[in-house]
């Protein structure tokens, strides 16, 4: 029997393996997050409205063990309305309610272990960082419903498919990552990244993340690699390259992340889709400013680029408002329209 389908059987005996008691009680933790968000478009996207309005939300439960030796072990769930990039705590806006993630890890002097359904490498090496979010302060404007569709500013990943990851401690400001997928699916996540490319087999990550401080200023820095087999015949392997940085200083960051991805496509052959994003960021007590920029480039497909300010009000600890104005261009190659607006939102976030 190959490891792509032991992978599943293993990650269930080891949620039900009985492990030494050297601790006391577990301990139970309870998170979540929800989102609502009301958006004008002055060129909807195709199918689109002018006004549409969204709402995403995410759960999280976990149980962790403490050992008289330091190792953590435990198993966290997430059920909600789909995806979410972890750096910003961000929900998807999908209609079916998903388990969209679960998995069990070990955690000791020498790294970290997880089993399940969780973020690869190279993806968890930049989407840690915080205020790197493709858009507004809280990163909501990504879901974009009405509007001209968001370009993901992570490039191409496993997603949250069925995996084993490996992450080294952190040692003098430096942590490694490596992954693999069998296959990019899930055991209990339908994958709704929106993708023209059959899903891959075999789906390696590897991600470099140093943390560090030069005199008042904090930085941080990371690179991922991603590298799929095809999942289809005549279809090319999946090839990413990631890079990402930011600066803290005070209130004040700026961020940037820029990825290139060399895709299959059905019936052979391939695209190149590369995209850049900036971003500068401003918290003076609970209010908030983002100025940010994207473009990304798909041979052959389309040319999108766009641009914004936002802003955001913490009314209280655990709930935020946010104002965004957005300009936005996808130009197709080809015949078909090109998508040119812009768009207000007006959305709302609780956390507890």
Known sequence: MTFRRTLPLVALALAGAPLPVLAAEPEFLFSGIGQAAGVYATSPAPGGDRWSAYAGYGLTGEMEVTT????????VGTIGSGDYERSLNRPGTNEKVTLNEG???????????????????????IDLMPLIGGGQFDGYWTGGAGAEPFADHLGRNSDDATKILYETPRLFGLRAGLSYAPERDSLVEDLKDPSFVPAEDDFWEFGLNYRGDAAAVSYELAAGYGLGEGGAPGVDDTRHLSLAG?????????????????????GGGGTD???LTLQGNYENGPYGLTVW??????DAISDYEAYGLGLSWRVRPEATLGLDLV?????PVGP?????????????????
């Open 68 to 75: 008289d030796s330091g190792m953590r072990y435990g198993l």
């Open 103 to 125: 998995y069990i890890y070990l955690t000791s002097a020498w790294g970290g272990l997880r089993i399940g359904d969780e973020d690869g490498a190279a993806k968890r090496a």
């Open 246 to 266: 930011l600066l803290l200083y005070g209130g004040f960051s700026a961020g940037a992340v820029w990825f290139d991805d060399e895709v299959g496509l059905p």
């Open 273 to 275: 889709v590369n995209g």
């Open 293 to 298: 920029w994207q473009t990304q480039e798909a």
């Open 327 to 331: 300009r936005y261009a996808n130009e």
């Open 336 to 352: 078909a329209n090109n998508d040119k607006g812009v768009a207000v939102q007006v959305s709302g976030t609780l956390r507890f």
